[in-house]
């Protein structure tokens, strides 16, 4: 742009402001509208779980009124889950799963991560790029050779399958977002370290999982959601309900012939949900950057 | 790195350039220590059952025998599992677009808002992405159920009739479009508003200067500069929405009469419920090539957005 060009623009700059300030409220207007409109959306399926939840039968059956609203609330259907053995036992199974794969999956990733970040050794850069070509393998692409292998093992129908074959899900993002942490740690804190006289050891323990704490915590309730939402593995595997986790529990089993009880069936989804949901809410700067972190390194 | 070795090393009395080497030596020897878990993880849990799914491909039935490509041939012949191939593609083309411009709007909408509210409203809008896919579609599920349907009554208000969600074929393959968009917009939304917040502001300053209408600074800054993560997101959202299982497995189950199997659906129909895995597998490896493709290119836009950052 010439000077000539903008000093002739000036009086349309003045115009301009004008209308951007007009054009900037109706922008906010549109805004909230879209974002209202997405939100009843967004929200509408869990809010309408909820409302059948705390439902009698009775009331599930009456076709009168409103469904979207509930006019004897009761917690009769979360009662009867919480007393439910079979139930229970699903929460028990999913809990010892996921403990033992996010465990599993972040000592696995954590020292990789830091290995690949940090030592260059002979095909180290292959294995980075390996690590984000197995991200991107589905689970349903595998899950009939896995069905083999972990029958093989005598596995099937067992949790122990699950928390051999979870890893493929969780490990490799771990990884590679654990890489993109490390990665942006400070060569010179290490340089501090090693003049100081640490080890490896010391210097991962004491440097760099303390600095990348944030991108921990963000892969570890990466490895918790994926583990406790995982659903194509149970399904394939599992097949006894005594082993089942909550995903494939509440959909196998709480569904019993024609009649269905809807009430006890939402409820259920929503207890199984809820976890991921209570670590969403508390956490979710950590969520969200755990989410946006697997498009770039770091 | 080098300069710190050496100050402190001096302390040992072995030859400089022998010590560094052999500390070169043995750091790389750790570090190769350190991934073995993970080359376990994938060499063992993906690579080789990778493999082994294309090796049990080829055998028959009862996986005595080696048929070559008979399964695929037999595949390719019957009418259903062309039927998959197209539910497969029109299934996840549709999704990802949908989710694209659902999530590319809501978050031009969020970064319209000032920034404390935005919290709030990102908070809620990703509630979808937070509830586990199989749980959430039994909700769906319910929302359709014929006699109950509560979509339905929401759509009678209207006076428009009921629509008959999952029992019309049609109908269904929108059902499940329209609950996997649910689940997905809300990621996209995220990756564009973190996108969107990376352009620098003094971009758009000097399009308004330049006398840019809204529309013009959207095409010639912000789409530019949000190229790369777009096409990231698009790519692998169609990874994740051709391999879909849960929702179709949920809400359909592949019904009415076979037309909404997805790939993933039908493998596990074939594979595990009716017993033949080596057709199974061939099932599953037809996504293989598309997937390997779009791969390629994500791994492409990822190497180029990591350079840019640098």
């Known amino acids: 742009m ?23 409220r109706w922008a906010l207007w549109t805004a909230y509208i879209s974002l209202i409109i997405a939100a009843i959306v967004m ?25 979207w609203w509930v006019r004897n609330p009761t917690l009769d259907n979360y009662r009867a889950l919480i007393t439910n053995p079979m139930f229970m036992g699903f929460m028990w199974n999913s809990v010892k799963v996921t403990v033992l794969v996010v465990a599993l999956s972040m000592f696995i990733s954590v020292l990789a991560a830091f290995a690949l970040a940090r030592m260059r050794f002979w095909g180290s850069q292959w294995l980075a790029t390996g690590v984000f070509l197995t991200y991107l393998v589905p689970d349903t692409l595998l ?80 490895a918790f959601t994926v583990s406790w939402a995982a659903f194509v593995y149970p399904t394939a595997f599992i097949t006894t309900p005594s082993e089942m986790p909550l995903t494939i529990g509440v959909v196998s089993q709480l569904i019993r012939g024609d009649t269905f009880a809807w009430g006890q069936l939402m409820a259920g989804a929503l207890l199984a949900a809820l976890p991921p949901v209570i670590v969403y809410v508390f956490l979710m700067d950590y969520y969200i950057a755990g989410l946006t972190a697997g498009a770039t390194k770091g | 790195m080098a300069e710190g070795t050496s100050l402190a090393l001096p302390r040992n009395d072995v030859p400089e350039g022998a010590s560094l080497k052999r500390f070169a030596r043995r750091r790389s020897t750790i570090a190769f220590l350190m991934t073995v878990p993970l080359m376990a ?24 025998q080696f048929i070559g490509l008979g399964n695929f041939e037999i595949l390719l012949d019957s009418e259903t599992f062309r039927m998959v191939i197209f539910q497969s593609i029109f299934f996840a083309v549709t999704a ?45 599920w319910w929302m359709f159920e014929p006699s109950y349907s509560s979509i339905n009554w929401i759509l009678a ?25 649910w689940y997905g917009a809300p990621f996209f939304m995220i990756m564009y508003l973190a996108a969107l917040k990376s352009v620098p502001e003094q971009l758009y300053e000097a399009a308004a200067i330049d006398g840019a209408t809204s ?22 959202s169609l990874i994740v929405t051709f391999a879909n299982y849960d929702i179709v497995r949920v809400l359909t189950n592949g019904g009415p009469r076979d037309l909404t199997h997805v790939f993933a659906s039908y493998a596990f129909q074939v594979g595990v419920l009716a017993g033949n895995i080596p057709r199974g597998a061939a099932v599953s490896l037809f996504m293989f090539p598309l997937l390997a493709v779009i791969a390629f290119f994500v791994l492409r836009g990822v190497n180029r957005r990591s350079r840019e950052e640098m």
């Open chain 2, 215 to 236: 529309w013009q600074r959207l095409r010639y800054v912000t789409l530019p500069m949000m190229r790369n993560i777009i096409s990231i997101t698009v790519l692998f």
């Open chain 1, 2 to 24: 010439s000077a000539t060009t903008s000093n002739r623009a000036l009086p349309g700059i003045y115009h301009k402001a004008g209308s951007l300030r007009s054009e900037r």
């Open chain 2, 41 to 64: 993880v994938i060499g063992g849990l993906v690579i080789w059952p990778a493999a082994y799914a294309i090796w049990l491909s080829t055998l028959n039935r009862r996986m005595t």
């Open chain 1, 143 to 222: 899950f009939i050779p896995l069905y083999q292998i972990v029958g093989g093992l005598g596995l099937l129908n067992s949790t122990w399958g699950l928390v051999l074959v979870y890893p493929t899900l969780t490990v490799p993002f771990c990884t590679w977002i654990m890489i993109g942490y490390f990665a942006s740690i400070p060569k010179e804190l290490d340089e501090a370290a090693l003049i100081d006289g640490a080890n490896w050891t010391q210097m991962l323990t004491k440097i760099f999982i303390p600095v990348a704490l944030p991108g921990i915590i963000a892969a570890t309730i990466f």
């Open chain 2, 157 to 181: 208000i209207f006076a428009v009739p009921a629509v008959p969600w999952l029992g019309d074929p049609w109908w269904a393959r929108i059902s499940v479009i329209i609950v996997n968009v």
């Open chain 1, 43 to 67: 929200l509408a399926p869990p809010v309408y779980m909820f409302m059948t939840s705390i439902k009698t039968s009775a009331e599930i059956a009456d076709l009168s009124g409103t469904p």
């Open chain 2, 96 to 140: 990802v677009i949908l989710k694209a411009l659902i999530g590319f709007w809501l978050a031009h909408m969020l970064h319209h808002l000032p920034t404390k509210g935005q919290r709030k409203w990102r908070g809620m809008l990703l509630v979808p992405w937070v509830i586990p896919p199989a749980l959430s579609t039994l909700g769906w």
